[in-house]
């Protein structure tokens, strides 16, 4: 069994990244299943096969330790590693080849607190994937670029599994992916745009870290991919058949 963990910045598309992989593995002729670890969400674009709002409700938790919404999902984010070993039976009863797991909207909640890296480490699998996702949308200047790809690298050193960078929304925001896309290819690019909105101390220090991170690969690779479309899904599946089965190729 592998397992996928899909995690990334509210809003940049990570239940709609879940669906359309269990779906791709499905219509392949795999066994995949869709984990919810969100226990906050209200509405998703598919019927998980494994939801933790079964057993845990955010507005019960508000309602029981008297907490508004932010401190409730602090704490509904710590009892979900309190639930694991049910999870993880409940994930084992289907017997898929493929697990799929959304998390949290709020990626500080899963990554930085002890309970993410926690559940990510006890979840049992063959292989464990990390996705990142990276909205186009808020990447829109190399400021905010690196500064998600620095967050990406965090989260992958923190959760330590193997991460994939995904950049998502291919189908509508192309133009900013195929640039970001220019940025993280190349440095001299990526140097070029900065000097347009950043100078003196500042394009310094933002372009020793962009090497820096290039340097380490610590998030600049990045999979352009559309959930809707599925443009780019041939290539995001075959870099987690090659990290999950050693090398093996993916075909379409």
Request: proline share 4%; charged share 25%; no cysteine.
């Amino acid at each position: 069994m592998d397992i996928v963990f899909v995690t990334g910045t509210a809003g940049s598309g990570k239940s709609l990244l879940t669906a359309a992989l269990k779906n791709w593995y499905v219509n392949r002729g795999e066994d995949a299943i869709a984990v919810n670890l969100d226990p906050g969400v209200v509405e998703l674009p598919y019927d998980p096969d494994v939801d933790i709002r079964e057993r845990i409700q955010l507005q019960e938790v508000m309602e029981d330790y008297g907490l508004g919404p932010n401190g409730a999902l602090i704490l509904a984010a710590d009892l979900v590693a309190t639930k694991i070993a049910d999870l993880q039976d409940e994930i084992d009863s289907h017997r898929a080849e493929n697990v799929i797991v959304d998390t949290p909207g709020q990626t500080e909640l899963f990554a930085f607190r002890e309970s993410g890296a926690f559940i990510v480490s006890e979840m049992r699998a063959d292989t464990k994937v990390l996705l990142f996702l990276i909205d186009p949308l808020l990447a829109s200047t190399p400021a905010n670029f690196l500064s998600l790809a620095l967050l990406s690298a965090s989260v992958g050193l923190r959760l330590n599994i193997p991460k994939i960078t995904v950049l998502s929304k291919r189908d509508i925001a192309k133009d900013g992916v195929k640039r970001i896309t220019e940025w993280s290819r190349d440095t001299k690019v990526f140097e070029d745009a900065l000097a347009g909105t950043k100078d003196g101390e500042q394009y310094s220090l933002y372009s020793e870290l962009f090497r820096s991170i290039r340097r380490l690969s610590f998030g600049t690779d990045l999979y352009p991919v559309s959930s809707t479309t599925l443009e780019g899904m041939v290539a995001l599946v075959g870099e987690m058949t090659r990290i999950a089965k050693g090398g093996e190729e993916f075909t379409e």
